[in-house]
């Protein structure tokens, strides 16, 4: 009878260890696509879609597995409540342990390289090597060189002024600010769309978190190689930007040579290239 107890036990335990599994909700969605030993994890910017890494993967993907997010509530993607940037940062990494995904290549763009320089510094056994597309470690510190994080940051004022604005409001204003940051036009309706599609709480909340983290210490403590990629202008910011990295000793710069934020559709060519070196090497 003992017997049958114990393999009943493991039975259960064995099915609640595959529910879990199939029912643990992560604060993104994933798209699994490629083949190939090396992972690419590619996480993307502040309410942007995984889609503004497709011309990436079209490159990679033959060649390695990629791992594609969207963060919950941009680009249409169902919101979480009470989302955070240490939050999405804790639960990417878990995602990774419990695939028991090996030393991925993180690649970040804006916000997402944020997290990608977060999660190589709070969990540098689990990274291989991390790709920051233009994202600094205190954004707030490129205006404000005095700027120190609030511990208890207050973000109601900018969600109330994010959902207080009307559909044709907010759209009319991502339409203002998106030309200041894509060159191509081509994709300025795209990446608007995806604001629009965004939902309005968490882009506030976002917002304000994302601008009241400071990495500069923290990075301290990546081991991985990392590759830096920053657009244009910032080559006339370069003292300050790099002052910002001093801590990141891994650290590789390039500076691209035309285009603004969105440095995957402004200098396509440079920056594959950056990526096919940096990754293969």
Sequence with gaps: MKKYILIIALLFSALCINVFAQTKSYPFEVIKTGKGKQTLFFIPGFASS?????????????????????????????????????????????????????????????????????????????IGKIVVVDALPCLAALSDTSFQSKQKNDCSPMITQMTAMSDTQFSDMQ?????????????????????????????????????????????????????????????????TIEEQYKNLKSAHFEYAAKGLHFIMYDDQEWYLKQLDTFIKS
């Design 50 to 126: 995984g889609e503004v890494w497709n011309e990436t993967k079209a490159v990679f993907e033959k060649d390695f597995t990629c791992y594609t997010l969207t963060m919950a509530g941009f680009a249409g993607v169902q919101p979480q409540p009470n989302p955070s940037f240490e939050h999405w940062k804790t639960e990417i990494a878990h995602y990774i342990k419990d695939n028991k995904i090996q030393k991925p290549i993180l690649i970040g763009h804006s916000m997402g390289g944020g997290l990608a320089l977060a999660i190589a510094a709070d969990y540098p056994g689990l």
């Design 175 to 239: 339409k203002q600010m998106m030309p200041r940051l894509v060159q191509n036009a081509s994709k300025l309706d795209l990446i608007v769309d995806w604001s629009v599609k965004s939902d309005r709480t968490t882009f506030g909340q976002m917002y304000c978190d994302f601008f009241n983290v400071d990495l500069r210490k923290k990075i301290a403590t990546i081991k991985c190689p990392s590759l830096v990629l920053l657009e244009s202008y910032f080559i006339n910011l370069k003292p």
